[in-house]
Structure formats: structure tokens, C-alpha cells
């Protein structure tokens, strides 16, 4: 395991892109979309660094199961999705892969009809996209490695990591308690 972020440099990624939302987003009706599971670190740093006021919701995406270091059949569920009708949405996310699952869930929730919908991402893996759609925000670019930490996962682990890591074929057997504080 290759460690590719640091904690501190996630720290300020988050809060610069937190002072530019609140900037974007001043005087409106901002409800925020966290993508089940993986956003949810930075959801809950990312909102608190925005210091404005907000909604939360959750939505579930998923098309990593188990041990797959790539993406099978991608599944949504916006039954956790409060109304946003109406609404200024940001979808919050942790990875931009292959877009797949950002151009899904933008799809998913213009259907709810928000008044404005944009996307915001922690990592915009470089070199995997295969839709039109882009994140409008984005912390890091990076490589295209599996990475884990901060919220992403292999098999379920490695989300409490508080920095970015990249899993080599030797990492993608049994986790352990690398990183590990």
C-alpha cells in the first residue's frame, strides 16, 4: 500500500473546496446528496467546512461488490433521498472513475427536479472516463490506481484510513492493519 494523500493535504483540499461552495452557494436552498458509502467522510467534513446554511441527504450507489477492483453492474437507490424539488442540489461523491455512477445519479436526481444540480468530488481518477458528464468540483486528480482510505473501501475495508492509499495486486488479498492509528 502506497500512501498518494496525505491526511493534512485532504484536510485542505476539503476546506478550500468548502469555502468555494459556500462562496458558489451563498443565499441559496442548498440541499447536499451524500453517495452512500464512500462520500461520507467527505460529506461530513466537506458540509462543516462550508459553514452555511444546508441540508443533508443521502443517496446509494454501488457497483463495487465484495472483492471487485472494477465496476460491475451499477445499482441506485434514492429511497434515503429527501424532496429536493425545487432545490439547489450538490451531489457529493468520493471518486470520479469511469462517470458511470456520477452520470446515473445526476440522471436519478434531475427527476426530482431540482431548481440547480451540480457535482462535487474528492478524487477525478485520470484517464477512465467514459461519459460526457464531468464533476464541477474536484479536490485531487490522480492516477489510474485502486485507491482506498478516506472513505473508499476494497472489500468492505480500509475506509477508516484518513489518507488516500493506492493497493498494488499483492494488497488486493487479505487487508491489514496498515495505516492503521
Given at each position: 500500500?502506497?500512501?498518494?494523500?496525505?491526511?493534512?493535504?485532504?484536510?485542505?483540499?476539503?476546506?478550500?473546496?468548502?469555502?468555494?461552495?459556500?462562496?458558489?452557494?451563498?443565499?441559496?436552498?442548498?440541499?447536499?446528496?451524500?453517495?452512500?458509502?464512500?462520500?461520507?467522510?467527505?460529506?461530513?467534513?466537506?458540509?462543516?467546512?462550508?459553514?452555511?446554511?444546508?441540508?443533508?441527504?443521502?443517496?446509494?450507489?454501488?457497483?463495487?461488490?465484495?472483492?471487485?477492483?472494477?465496476?460491475?453492474?451499477?445499482?441506485?437507490?434514492?429511497?434515503?433521498?429527501?424532496?429536493?424539488?425545487?432545490?439547489d442540489v450538490l451531489l457529493v461523491d468520493d471518486?470520479?472513475?469511469?462517470?458511470?455512477?456520477?452520470?446515473?445519479?445526476?440522471?436519478?436526481?434531475?427527476?426530482?427536479?431540482?431548481?440547480?444540480?451540480?457535482?462535487?468530488?474528492?478524487?477525478?481518477?485520470?484517464?477512465?472516463?467514459?461519459?460526457?458528464?464531468?464533476?464541477?468540483?474536484?479536490?485531487?486528480?490522480?492516477?489510474?490506481?485502486?485507491?482506498?482510505?478516506?472513505?473508499?473501501?476494497?472489500?468492505?475495508?480500509?475506509?477508516?484510513?484518513?489518507?488516500?492509499?493506492?493497493?498494488?495486486?499483492?494488497?488486493?488479498?487479505?487487508?491489514?492493519?496498515?495505516?492503521?492509528?
Amino acid at each position: 500500500m502506497k500512501v498518494l494523500i496525505e491526511a493534512e493535504e485532504i484536510r485542505e483540499a476539503v476546506e478550500a473546496l468548502g469555502q468555494r461552495l459556500a462562496a458558489d452557494y451563498a443565499g441559496k436552498t442548498l440541499t447536499v446528496v451524500g453517495v452512500l458509502t464512500g462520500s461520507v467522510m467527505l460529506l461530513a467534513d466537506l458540509v462543516r467546512a462550508m459553514n452555511l446554511p444546508l441540508r443533508i441527504s443521502l443517496i446509494r450507489a454501488s457497483s463495487y461488490r465484495g472483492a471487485a477492483t472494477r465496476p460491475g453492474e451499477l445499482e441506485v437507490d434514492d429511497q434515503l433521498l429527501d424532496d429536493v424539488s425545487g432545490r439547489d442540489v450538490l451531489l457529493v461523491d468520493d471518486i470520479f472513475d469511469s462517470g458511470r455512477t456520477l452520470d446515473r445519479l445526476l440522471d436519478t436526481l434531475r427527476g426530482h427536479h431540482p431548481a440547480s444540480l451540480r457535482s462535487a468530488v474528492l478524487l477525478w481518477k485520470t484517464g477512465r472516463s467514459e461519459v460526457e458528464v464531468e464533476p464541477d468540483y474536484h479536490c485531487f486528480r490522480i492516477p489510474d490506481v485502486f485507491v482506498v482510505g478516506y472513505g473508499l473501501d476494497h472489500n468492505g475495508e480500509y475506509r477508516y484510513l484518513p489518507h488516500i492509499a493506492g493497493l498494488d495486486d499483492q494488497d488486493l488479498g487479505e487487508p491489514s492493519d496498515l495505516g492503521r492509528n
